[in-house]
């Protein structure tokens, strides 16, 4: 059964950081892109950064300049480090792996969420 623990969460002033992480349970092959989505109270769950081997990290517009996705080689952690916090980015965020293996087929793992909640 693979798991996605995601840590890192927690209260941050506006202007401030944090730092998100997500360890996979063991290795998971034919991962194709992990990644970070957040939903708010009242909104749809939305891609916040994704990132995949050999290409440009991926990020919303919202937090372009603020955020910065990085995974390790092995691609068993990714984290998001979140930088010059607002209100808006207030929300569950959760952690995304997704790929195809020829064990598994398609797949497409999430974690249980983390609270990011930004305010004074």
């Known amino acids: 059964q693979v798991q996605l623990v995601e840590s890192g969460g927690g209260l941050a002033q506006p202007g401030g950081s944090l730092r998100l992480s997500c360890a996979t349970s063991?290795?998971?092959?034919?991962?194709?892109?992990m990644g970070w989505y957040r939903q708010a109270p009242g909104k749809q769950r939305e891609m916040v950064a994704r990132?995949?081997?050999?290409?440009?990290?991926r990020y919303a517009d919202s937090v372009k300049g603020r955020f910065t996705i990085s995974r390790d080689s092995a691609m068993t952690r990714v984290s998001l480090q979140m930088n010059s916090l607002k209100p808006e980015d207030t929300a569950i965020y959760y952690c995304?792996?997704?790929?195809?293996?020829?064990?598994?087929?398609?797949?497409?793992?999430w974690g249980q969420g983390t609270q990011v909640t930004v305010s004074s």
């Open positions: 995304n792996v997704d790929g195809w293996s020829s064990a598994a087929g398609a797949f497409d793992f």
């Open positions: 990132i995949r081997a050999a290409e440009t990290p």
């Open positions: 063991g290795r998971i092959w034919g991962i194709d892109y």
